[in-house]
């Protein structure tokens, strides 16, 4: 590569250029610069025919020269043609041009995701595999298969998408859809008489009405063999024939009311599709005194089963003579004998179960996971209305991190892959409870605490001084799980804080140097030195004082909510504890505990 001036007439935008195609740019941030001073910053070229050169990156800037230029020349006809400070490309390599000028114009103005998929699409010819254009991008695997899933579009869409007549959401629902569904939907869109689906309504009219989600299945998915649609977006898994899977699920539930009457109850009553279960029309009633079952379905493939109840108008009838009354069964015992014999139980095994550590752990663990009439167990929501810092939390390394243990876990309990948490949020099972703690005593120590370490980390609330005390005992390095993206410098917005980041990452004087920059300028040089771009010194494993373990605030005014947590962490307890010794081994289960758990 070599640096030159060339006329400005002797310049062209190169195909390899990111906006070769795109409509043309916003110049009203740059234009007034370039008319008072000139083209400073370099373009990037590569050498054409005739002694003529393709501009690679720098599009905006040699328009903004073209408009100043024909300015001059309007002024003074016999001007010399104006010069333009050039880094020349050794020529030939297509792809290197191509991830040049993308990555010269992400660190400025982001294209649009037609424009990107332009480019995603000439490297893929070239060579390159997604997850290198990941990698040299700095971007996480699904986004990019996000914007390759582009392709799947009619080249009229796509046009529809770069002109802003087609909304996001719909883009995304689109790239799901065969060519002929998509040549229907423009049908619909050309035509003025017709209503088109967008949004969420488009969804429903390519999967023909609700979809549904397989994890509401009674079956088994595996064995049942019907296919399965997986949203690239939502990464949602939702059957692609709703009506196979009600004939399966309409079995499944006709072998769960089997089951129930053969474990004694009086009948079970399977309610009308998405009819509603009003629970102030039933009384709770037991099955030795007669309680039905009830069975409600819904069109979003949900079955919820209400055990033990009786409608109200039954139960007067049977009051006042209208219905046969059975004469009622004496009990073996008596309510408060009951509760004698409960009692006494209790207070043996708990006895026992305290000099048994390793059965009370897999029983907390169990208890954790499914909850009690004692428990109430709660998932960290990891609630955001801002879409951006979803998609950032979702595809950051440490999710990913923890959505591999997860999965590890789940495969140790036998539960379904696909399940979004091990902890559940249903309603308290009896029998699930006492499922999961007989899995659990055939599992070794180190699976209970690695499923321990899952549960505990799904029900970990955000934001509160558990989280720091707990990164400041392990010696968390936020570096390890975290990196800036463009989501996080969108949300600064303080230009204090952003000073004290640039003399972090590009020291002292270039921070002083800069007091008086725009926000904009300042979050550059942070980005530029992460990036190591522009001349700055590449900075490895950059985290802002907020994020480390523990944080601290760029300014006096406060404010900051991790810190504020790790304020009241301090005020119990040191912020940097002696090194945590390792944890004792726990003993193994009694002699009893070990004997066979059922006949």
Known sequence: MKLDFIPIDKLFVD??????????????????????RGVLQTLLVRPAAGERFGIVAGARRFACASIVSEEQQALDPAADPMLLPCA?????DDAAAIEASMLENMARLDPDEVSRWESFV????????????????GLPDLTVRRVLALGNLLPRIRDLYRREEIDVASIRHLTLATKSQQQAWLALHDDPEARCPIGHRLKAWLFGGNEIKVAFALFDLAASGLETVTDLFGEEVVFADTDAF????????????????????TDVMILPRDAYFASWDYEKTPKRKGGLVYVQTRDSGEVIFHEGYLSRSAMRAAACGDAPASKPVRPEVTSPLQTYIDLHRHAAVRAVLADAP??????????????????????EPQATRNDAVRESVETCPGETA?????????DLLGMD??????????????????????????LPDPDVMTILGVVMGETLASGGAAVEVVGTVLGVRMADHWQADAVFFDLIRDKEALRGMVGEVAGEAVATANTDEKAKALKQIVRDCIAGANGRTKVEHWVPRWMHFPPAAYTTRGGVGSVAAAARVAAVTPMAP??????????????????????
């Open 246 to 265: 009600w004939t399966a699920q309409e079995a499944a539930i006709a072998e769960r009311r089997d089951a129930y009457l053969a474990a004694g109850w």
């Open 578 to 599: 002696p090194e945590t010794p390792p944890l004792p081994a726990l003993p193994a289960p009694e002699a009893e505990s070990e004997m066979p758990l059922a006949a």
């Open 15 to 36: 195909k390899t250029n990111v906006r070769a195609r795109q409509k043309r740019a916003d110049l009203s941030d740059i234009l007034p610069s370039i008319r008072q």
């Open 358 to 379: 390793s059965v009370a752990l897999r029983l907390m663990v169990a208890h954790a996971i499914v909850g009690s009439p004692l428990w109430n167990v709660r998932i």
């Open 88 to 92: 020349i490309l050794d020529d030939g």
């Open 402 to 410: 923890f959505d591999s243990h997860r999965r590890a876990a789940l």
């Open 122 to 137: 000439r490297l893929v010819k070239a060579g390159r595999s997604p997850q290198e254009i990941g990698l040299t991008f």
């Open 417 to 442: 892959a696909e399940r979004a948490t091990v902890t559940s949020n249903r309603s308290y099972d009896d029998g699930a409870l006492a499922g999961l703690f007989l899995r659990l005593l055939t």
